[in-house]
Every structure is written in C-alpha cells, then in structure tokens.
C-alpha cells in the first residue's frame, strides 16, 4: 500500500489518500447535493422574468464544495461567501461595462476580485467565477447591469449561507458558521513537563487529524513545519526573556521625589 501511494504521489501530483471516514464524505456529498437542489428549487419558484440559467450561478457549486466539505474553513464563513460573490459580481459587471475587450475585462475582473477580497477580508475562491460570469454571461446579463449584483448574485449566495446554516448544525460535530471553538478533547488535555516530551512526527499529526471532526485542510508536514517553527519561536522568546536584565522597580519614595522635583521645575 505505501508503494502504491508513493507511485500515485509521482504519477498524480499531489495525490494524497484520505484518512476521513466515510460517514463523513457521505455527509459532505450529501449536504452539498441538498444545499443545491433546494437553491435550484427555490429559484425556480421565484419568478424573475428571466431565462432559468441566468438565475442559478455555476460558481454556487465550487461554494457548495467549500460551505459543506470545510465548512470551518475562513474561506466558507458567511462574510466571505456574500461578500466575495457579490463585490466580484459589481467588478465584473463595471469591467464588462468599461471595457470593451473580453479577454481584458475578465482578467481585469479577476485580478480586482482577488485583490477587493483580499483587502476586505473576504477570500472565497468561488467569487472569481462570479466576476467571470459577469463578463461573459452574455448580452441577457450584461442587460440586467447592476440588478445582476444584487438580485441573482446577492440572492444566491444568501441563500447557500442559510442553507449551511441549517445542514450543518444538523450534523452532530459540526458548526457553522465557525466560532473558533476548540475540539472537546481540549478539556481533557493535560500539558505535559518538558521532561515528558517526546519528538513528534508525521504519524502522529496524520493520527490527529484523522481524530478531527470534519475534513481539515492541512497535512501532517504542513503541521509538523508549524509545529517547529513555533517551537524555535518559543525558544528564542524563552532565551532573550532570560538574558534581558530585571527591571529596577522604583520605590514609593524615589517616585514621590521625582514627582516634587517636577512640580518644583
């Protein structure tokens, strides 16, 4: 087995087998599937006036992926979700609009999408579809203009953030939207002295993520980095708290004195 998943990791790059259970990739497709026929329904049932395909965005599906397959993740927490679809749409429809060549207005959509999420701390990789759609939707959707933003985008990815909302608080272990909350083993952890420390390996990280509640977007070796990088940060702050020099705590009396002296100048 580890030979067949070493010639993978070549043949494919950056295959990596998956220690989640399946309940848990059953529950992830499954609330994705859901989140999505209810959306298409739900659109459906409003009447806009306008052509079906318009009216459900390709890009809510990448969403679906990140809103119920990580759903703790920062990039599928509500902020990120409405605000990056609905700021790339009124960058997309301005690019559209300003510019009249295609392939320069959706790359210029692009590119401001990424760089507005970044800015304003709302980073969904989805919303860059979104600004893509803007421009090349064609003439119907060049049409609406600014209605595009806030009726069909804005709604969409409400929409989705409340249905994560509710699919995922029904899952036991999971919660949305994410409240930086720790894993209930927290309590029970006892931090060890340091001669009880022993050094820790990728084996160990791949055992605790398989522990995790949920698909966790990181590897043991992104883990094990971290873990060093903090360690000798801790190191460091340990020694120069060591060499720096006692402060001389002034006496009620000195301080008085300094005081008059002041008051005296």
């Known amino acids: 087995m580890f030979k067949f998943n070493k010639l993978m990791d070549v043949l494919l790059l950056g295959y990596k087998p998956s220690s989640i259970p399946l309940r848990e990739k059953f529950i992830a497709a499954n609330t994705a599937g859901a989140a999505i026929f209810c959306l298409v329904l739900l659109v459906d049932y409003i009447d806009f006036g306008l052509p079906f395909k318009m009216l459900v965005l390709a890009s809510m599906g990448a969403s ?4 119920f397959v990580v759903p703790h993740s920062p990039l599928a927490q509500p902020w990120p979700v409405i605000g990056g679809h ?14 009249a060549s295609a392939p320069l207005a959706t790359a210029l959509a692009v590119f401001l999408s990424v760089f507005v999420m970044y800015q304003l701390h709302c980073l ?14 064609g003439p119907e959707v060049h049409a609406m203009g600014w209605q595009f933003c806030y009726e069909v985008v804005a709604l969409n ?3 989705m953030v409340l249905l994560a909302v509710m699919l995922n608080n029904l899952v036991r272990g999971r919660q949305y939207p994410m409240r930086h909350l720790h894993h209930a083993h927290h309590t029970q952890f006892s931090q060890p002295t340091h001669a009880q ?5 990728e084996q160990d990280f791949k055992w605790a993520l398989s522990q995790m509640d949920g698909y966790i977007d990181v ?10 990088f903090a360690f000798e940060h801790a190191q460091a702050r340990e020694k120069q ?25």
């Open 241 to 265: 708290s060591r060499q720096r020099p006692p402060r001389q705590r002034k006496s009620r009396q000195q301080q008085s004195r300094q005081q008059q002296a002041k008051k005296n100048n």
């Open 124 to 137: 969904h990789p989805p919303s860059a579809a979104t600004a893509m759609i803007a421009v090349l939707g």
């Open 64 to 67: 679906a992926f990140l809103l």
């Open 197 to 201: 420390v022993t050094e820790l390996n």
């Open 157 to 159: 990815a409400l929409v």
């Open 86 to 99: 609905v700021l790339s749409a009124f960058i997309g429809v301005a690019c559209a609009h300003a510019i």
């Open 219 to 228: 590897n043991e070796e992104d883990l094990v980095d971290l873990y060093e």
